[in-house]
């Protein structure tokens, strides 16, 4: 086979693996249309029903399978798929079409899966857009069951793989089990979607953002994916694939070194003693972690507890996630930063606006300020979840005093109005801001005169 040249992409799990590829195709084949009999309306509806339950009940075995690989918390996203299922307009929606228009189930279901498409390609963000497949997969399911289509056969045998898509979603990062999924390709997908969280978690090599991708593929070709450069060579030469193969020893050498040295104490040549503390995006991250090796977590960027959703998390489901996280560090210190969205992190619910630049514009602490309900949800979650713990709360994207001032306030009101609800609250929880603007940086003294224990 001629040499092709190596694809460039994103990638969103590290790694390197190299294998025969298997292709899932994305199902082009046309959906029928036809009329429905006034009679049969109601049938038909029914028939959606159905297939609504059909496909609920599947993701929620989907879901207690995985729940015992990667805990809890990224099982959960099956249960968000289930939601997404029981989205009252989107079912409105739907029934309305079959209603109105006397068309097929099958007809109106894709109608709304290409307004979800629509409507998420116009967002502002690639991380919003990349998102897409998230709430559109459901549906496809829904779609698949009402064609009564067969699910792609599974590869029998103990072939190892590398899974090529044109999308990343939870299903195809649960296609295979763990132990035949060499890496994973797509066409498209987004670093913080559900099927992205779900390869990260399952320690799989994954690689997004390949246009083209399925067209240039064929089944069993040979392909090498490197997880950590984004880059995926198809049909390497004899050269090509010794050079991958001692880059891939090299890395796997690298990664048993770092663990095998990671309890041992941080100093530096001449002594001085060093804290290292993670950096995490949930409580999964603590599930894989090496917890004897962490002296702390030195920044839980909570964002993405709003990320992984359809909805902003309620405080009982902060409150749980920050409770778990502290007891699980049994006494270390456990820095929480307040939620900060906007620029490149946005929500699929909550646009924010397009600025000239979106790096020092509308994020972080000002969208916290001017939307106080999200600020006071998610401080009573963690002021509620600090005796479990030791808690450390860091406000983003800090401009100007005022900023620190204003969230000490809200801290010592909910402080009072958890007290007279019964809630027990830890004392002295360390409230700091997170250098990053460069206003703060000019500011520096009167900043850290601001710091306070609250």
């Not at 609504?52 to 805990?71: N, P």
């Not at 967002?123 to 698949?144: I, M, N, Q, Y």
């Not at 992984?308 to 560090?329: A, D, G, I, K």
């Not at 019964?422 to 710091?451: C, F, K, Q, R, T």
């Amino acid at each position: 086979m001629p040499h092709r040249p190596a694809l460039q992409g994103h990638p969103v799990s590290p790694g390197l693996a190299a294998g025969p590829v298997h292709v899932i195709g994305d199902r082009p084949d046309a959906v029928p249309l036809w009329t429905v009999p006034v009679d049969e309306i109601e049938a038909e509806i029914q028939r959606l029903h159905g297939a609504i339950k059909f496909v609920s009940d599947e993701i929620g075995t989907q879901q207690k399978l995985l729940r015992a690989q990667v805990g809890e918390q990224d099982a959960a996203i099956f249960g968000m798929q289930r939601v997404i299922l029981q989205d009252p307009r989107a079912l409105e929606q739907i029934e309305a079409q079959v209603r109105e228009q006397r068309i097929n189930t099958e007809t109106a279901v894709q109608a709304l899966i290409q307004r979800l498409s629509d409507t998420m390609s116009r967002l502002e963000g690639g991380g919003v857009r990349g998102a897409a497949a998230d709430f559109s997969e459901p549906w496809k399911r829904v779609l698949d069951a009402l064609l009564q289509r067969e699910r792609e056969a599974i590869l029998s045998g103990d072939d190892k793989v590398v899974l090529a898509a044109a999308d990343l979603t939870p299903r195809v990062a649960t296609y295979l089990d763990r132990s035949r999924l060499l890496a994973i390709v797509t066409e498209s997908g987004g670093r913080f979607s559900h099927g992205a969280v779900l390869a990260r978690s399952l320690g799989i090599p994954c690689v997004i953002g390949l246009p083209n991708l399925l067209a240039r593929l064929q089944q069993d070709m040979f392909v090498a994916v490197d997880g950590n450069e984004g880059r995926v060579q198809l049909a390497p030469g004899a050269d090509e694939l010794v050079e991958f193969r001692t880059r891939q020893k090299r890395f796997e050498s690298r990664r048993a070194s770092l663990q095998a040295d990671a309890r041992l104490p941080a100093r530096t040549s001449d002594g001085l003693a060093l804290t290292v503390c993670a950096n995490i995006e949930g409580a999964r991250d603590l599930e894989t972690m090496d917890l004897a090796s962490c002296e702390g977590v030195g920044l839980f960027r909570t964002e993405f507890l709003y990320m992984e959703r359809t909805q902003f998390p309620s405080e009982e489901e902060q409150y749980r996630v920050y409770r778990r996280v502290l007891e699980r560090m049994s006494g270390r210190p456990v820095t929480m930063r307040l939620l900060d969205i906007g620029g490149d992190k946005q929500l699929p619910y909550f646009k924010t606006p397009r600025e000239a630049n979106p790096a020092l514009g509308w994020r972080g602490i000002r969208i916290s300020l001017e939307w106080r309900d999200l600020l006071r949800v998610q401080l009573r979650a963690m002021m509620r979840a600090s005796t479990g713990g030791d808690l450390r709360i860091l406000i983003p994207m800090v401009g100007s005093i005022h900023e620190i001032r204003e969230i000490h306030a809200v801290f010592d009101e909910l402080r009072r109005e958890l007290t007279s609800q019964g809630y027990e609250v830890a004392a002295n929880v360390p409230v700091g801001a997170m250098i990053e603007v460069p206003s703060a940086m000019l500011l520096i003294e009167h900043v850290l005169a601001e710091d306070r224990k609250s």
